[in-house]
Structure formats: C-alpha cells, structure tokens
C-alpha cells in the first residue's frame, strides 16, 4: 500500500510540474499576442473542457465497475499527464 501511495504522489508532483512548464509556455504565447495567441486561449479552454468530461467519465464508469479508489485516481492523473505532455510538445516546437 505504501508503495502504491508513493508512486500516485510522485506522478501527481510530475503532473504539476509539467503543468506548470505549459503554463509558462502558454503565457509566452499569449503574450506575443495575434492570432496564435487567440487561438491558443480558446484551445486552453477547450481542452480542459474535454479533458475534464473524459477523465470523469472514465472515473465514474472504474467506480461502478468496482475499481479501487486508488486506482482511479492513477488513472486520473496519467490520463491528465498524458494531456500535459501532448501540449508541452506542441507549444515547445
């Protein structure tokens, strides 16, 4: 159980880490202004919309099925990780 608790609080520290490294790289992008910036405002918006919508959906349904709490929440978060890292890469290039 320790082990298990330890590995969802380490992907949960990397998630706010990479989160915090997109925010930083959309920040720039907003900031320089024109229609990129534009654009990346309304995707922000959008994709924590759908990502939030999917995630939910996946949890409630591993509730139902009898999933552990645990397990749901790993899901969670490598379902937002995944997410992240997706952005990261395309606000880098």
């Not at 608790?5 to 990397?14: G, V």
């Not at 995630?55 to 978060?77: P, R």
């Amino acid at each position: 159980m320790t082990a298990s608790f330890m590995s969802l609080f380490m992907h949960s520290a990397f998630l706010a880490m990479e989160a915090q490294e997109v925010i930083g790289l959309r920040m720039l992008r907003i900031a320089a202004g024109g229609k990129a910036a534009d654009h990346e405002m309304e995707r922000m918006v959008s994709e924590k919309m759908q990502a939030a919508a999917q995630i939910g959906a996946a949890a409630a349904i591993s509730a139902v099925t009898g999933k552990s709490a645990h397990a749901i929440a790993s899901s969670a978060v490598s379902g937002y990780r995944k997410k992240v890292r997706a952005n990261h890469r395309r606000l880098s290039r």
